[in-house]
């Protein structure tokens, strides 16, 4: 993110600043190409939290301006080619496509996107260019070509910026460093979404050919104080650690609120990375959790995970066993719609692989599944979560109707789905 200066123009800030461009290593910009092959569920999901949360700051910040403002900014500074290769937009593309729909995003919103591999520089261009009323942005969208260092946080931090959402989104760690952050954040109405590789940030801490990295990511003082404390940790350990000792370095440098969502390995069993969100401001990180919360693959008894674990929705046996008593609903009426059935029949077919067990059926021989969802509510009835004490001690299910009204169109009234 890039938050810009009222009284300055947008090259003034970010690129008149001598910032010089470097010669990418072939084997990083093989493993960035291989990144955009195609859209995986993990890029989709960060994909929507980063432009829900552009969105909902947005309104915030024009409506709190009151006028004050007439420019905001969006800044991706790793922005990659601008699509996968299966054509699913990315991040900048989906920012865009709501300013476009927005009139007082026309008028106001300032973007500039940078990635340092040319090829993708070029890719988002003309991505960008081909996106339908792109032309009715009083800004046109920026499309740079450079190195991410400590030039542009040194550029940042003797300008007042405007409000500004960043988001940093490096395949490693190279370019992402908490000074940068702060340089931002410092200003008024600017926020920050950030990319944490985690499973290189892990390996890196003790490998000497990048210490200079790590230093920069956390500090030098703050790296050095977190390899003495990974000693002897298990993995679990270490990564509390380095998530912990990344939030306090933030906190220490004023901002406040830090939250982070994590992503598995595709097996499910080691975290690959986080999506890290950090405000100076209470709303901010109030919408993000409710976004974040939303996005979660996983809940425990209505208690989001504030992460996605691949496996939960590569393996279906494993992501079916976790979805809560609220999604029942819309699984019978998926399921059954239209169809008339006895209560058991519908509950024999229903409940294999699922985490709900036999509740209070209905007597009627048969039940019919209605055209809106609301008529559901007796069939779930006949089941409740396995996470719920209601099946074993006879207490109402927290959600669930425990007696169902009769239909009036029925000699016998079975239950009105």
Not at 105 to 123: C, G, W, Y
């Amino acid at each position: 993110m890039v938050c810009l200066p009222v009284h300055e123009s947008l090259n003034m800030l970010l690129y008149a600043t001598v910032i010089t461009l470097i010669e990418r290593h072939p084997s990083e910009t093989m493993v960035n190409s291989e990144f955009f092959e195609e859209s995986r569920e993990q890029s989709r999901v960060k994909s929507r939290i980063v432009a829900k949360y552009f969105s909902a700051w947005a309104q915030v910040i024009v409506s709190a301006s009151k006028g004050r403002q007439n420019r905001i900014a969006y800044m991706d500074l790793f922005a990659g080619p601008g699509k996968y290769k299966d054509d699913t937009p990315s991040t900048p593309v989906l920012v865009l496509q709501h300013a476009i729909k927005n009139a007082r995003l026309r008028r106001m919103l300032v973007t500039v996107f940078n990635d340092k591999i040319p090829e993708f520089a070029q890719s988002l261009k003309d991505v960008i260019s081909s996106i339908p009323g792109i032309e009715t942005l009083k800004f046109p969208p920026q499309v740079k070509n450079l190195e991410v260092g400590q030039k542009i946080v040194d550029a940042f931090e003797e300008t007042r910026l405007i409000p500004t959402l960043l988001f940093v989104d490096p395949w490693g760690y190279k370019g992402l460093s908490v000074a940068l952050i702060v340089s931002v954040l410092r200003n008024w109405g600017c926020d920050c979404i950030f990319f944490f590789n985690y499973n290189r940030v892990n390996a890196g801490l003790n490998n000497e050919f990048v210490r200079e990295h790590m230093d920069d990511l956390f500090g030098e003082q703050r790296a050095q104080t977190i390899r003495q404390k990974l000693a002897g940790l298990e993995p679990e350990e270490r990564e509390a650690l380095i998530i912990e000792e990344l939030s306090l370095a933030l906190n220490e440098m004023g901002i406040a609120y830090v939250l982070p969502f994590t992503f598995k390995t595709e097996q499910g069993n080691r975290t690959s990375h986080h999506l890290i969100f950090a405000s100076k401001h209470f709303k901010g990180y109030e919408i993000m959790k409710e976004i974040m919360a939303k996005e979660s693959s996983e809940q425990d008894q209505g208690i989001a995970s504030f992460g996605y674990y691949p496996a939960t929705k590569k393996h279906q046996l494993l992501f079916e066993f976790l979805r809560p008593l609220s999604d029942l609903e819309e699984l019978l009426f998926a399921s059954f719609r239209g169809e008339s059935l006895p209560m058991r029949e519908i509950y024999m077919r229903h409940n294999v692989g699922k985490p709900f067990v036999k509740a209070a059926m209905g007597r009627g021989p048969c039940t019919k599944i209605g055209s809106s969802r609301s008529a559901t509510n007796a069939a779930r009835a006949a089941f409740v979560s396995s996470s719920s004490s209601g099946a074993e001690s006879g207490k109402r299910p927290r959600g669930a109707n425990w007696k169902a009204k009769p239909t009036t169109n029925s000699r016998r009234a079975p239950k009105a789905l």
